[in-house]
Structure formats: C-alpha cells, structure tokens
C-alpha cells in the first residue's frame, strides 16, 4: 500500500481565495482524520469520519473550513476564503476499526501558505 | 490547559549518547499512549503505543515506560544517531477518536 496520500504537498496562495487539500486514505481503514499543525500550537484535530460520516467537526475552526468524504477512498478539505493565518501543514491521517487502539498513519501533509 | 504535557521543548545531545523525553497527561478515561517520531517535513510515524496495563514496549534503540497511576510516559533512546534528529509527540487517547496530542519534543542529535 501506499500510505495516506496527500495533495498537493505545497501550496501558496493569495489571500481571499479558495483552497483544496485533498486525501486519499489506506484502503479498509474505516476512520480519516485531519489535522493542521502550526510551530505555536502544535497538532490540532480538525474533523474526522468514521465510514465517511462526520463523527467530530468541534475542531474545525470556523465556518471557512469545510470537509467532505463521498466514498471511502477520498476526502478534501476546503477553506474559503483563505487568510493568512489559515497558513500551516495540514496533515490527513487514517486508521482501522478502531483508532483508540489501531495505529495512525499519516500522510504527508500539505504545506499551505496563505499571502 | 493541554492535557497531554512533554518535557523538555527541546534537546540537544551527541550522537552515540542516551536521552529520555517525558510525556505527563492529565487525560481521563485512559485508553492508550502512543509516541510518534516526526522528521522534519513529514507526517507523525508512529514508535510505539501501550495500553493501561503495560509498563514497558520496546521498538529497537527506543523504549517507552508507562505509569497510569501517576500518568506519566517516558521515552528512552539508546546509543543515539544522528537520524533520531526529529520532534517526538506524545498521543494520549481517551476513546476513539479522542486522541490529545503534546507538543512535542525537538530532539537534535550533533555529531
């Protein structure tokens, strides 16, 4: 397998505009995670899904942030507008049945800069 | 406050020498524990994660303790190298899902 996959890995933008961060997860995990980690705050979680469904939005900072998963082999993450303190590395991670005793494993992250 | 704390911020020691990394949470109900090694550039892999009634779990030169009634973690790594340069994140789940992440440690191992 091939891991999380994530795109794009870098993006700079102007602020105002939209953005789509993009997930593939590991085949048969059932749950995906995003989460934006910034030098002050570290990792935060987003949101996540469990069978595609949105289980936890509590993360999502405010009503600019949006999150989809239509099937179980894709999710984006959409931000708009875009400001440039939404700049960070998003990172999307998935996990088996049961990810409090299951494994996280993350992509790579996407390293969005909002100008 | 952050439930999940991990001392020190920063470490720098030379290579072939030993450290330890404290993680302290204050999380509750306790599920498991699990460090997380980041190279700089990438995403979080996972070391090693225990449950409540282990005290102990080895993974090559790292060896992470575990003591839920003080709620305290700590990663040890033998005979450094310089590739262990790398933050290391304490993850404590409550249940599924909830997972609390430290800040982690900045390790930096000089030749």
């Known amino acids: 397998d091939a891991g999380v996959i994530q795109s794009p890995r870098h993006e700079v933008t102007e602020m105002g505009q939209e953005v789509t961060l993009r997930c593939k997860p590991i085949?048969?995990?059932?749950?995906l995670f995003w989460y934006r980690q910034t030098m002050m705050r570290g990792l935060e979680l987003l949101i996540y899904?469990?069978?595609?469904?949105?289980?936890?939005d509590s993360g999502m900072p405010e009503d600019r942030f949006s999150a989809k998963m239509p099937n179980a082999s894709f999710s984006t993450l959409k931000i708009q507008p875009s400001e440039p303190r939404d700049s960070a590395v998003y990172f999307c991670?998935?996990?088996?049945?049961?990810?409090?005793?299951?494994?996280?494993?993350f992509g790579a992250g996407s390293r969005l800069t909002v100008l | 406050k952050n439930q999940v704390e991990q001392s020190p911020q920063s470490l720098i020691i030379l290579e072939g020498k030993n450290c330890t990394l404290q993680?302290?949470?204050?999380?509750?109900?306790?599920?498991?524990l699990r460090w997380y090694k980041q190279d700089t550039g990438r995403g979080p892999v996972s070391l090693t994660i225990?449950?409540?009634?282990?005290n102990t779990k080895s993974n090559g030169r790292y060896t992470a303790t575990l003591d839920a009634d003080t709620k305290q973690s700590s990663l040890h790594i033998t005979a450094s190298q310089l590739s262990d340069s790398a933050s290391y994140i304490c993850?404590?789940?409550?249940?599924?899902?909830?997972?609390?992440f430290g800040a982690g440690t900045r390790l930096t191992v000089k030749p």
């Open positions: 085949s048969g995990h059932d749950y």
């Open positions: 225990m449950t409540f009634s282990e």
């Open positions: 991670a998935s996990s088996g049945q049961d990810p409090g005793a299951n494994v996280l494993t």
């Open positions: 993680c302290n949470y204050t999380v509750s109900p306790f599920s498991n």
């Open positions: 993850v404590v789940s409550a249940r599924a899902g909830d997972m609390r």
């Open positions: 899904f469990n069978n595609n469904v949105p289980i936890d």
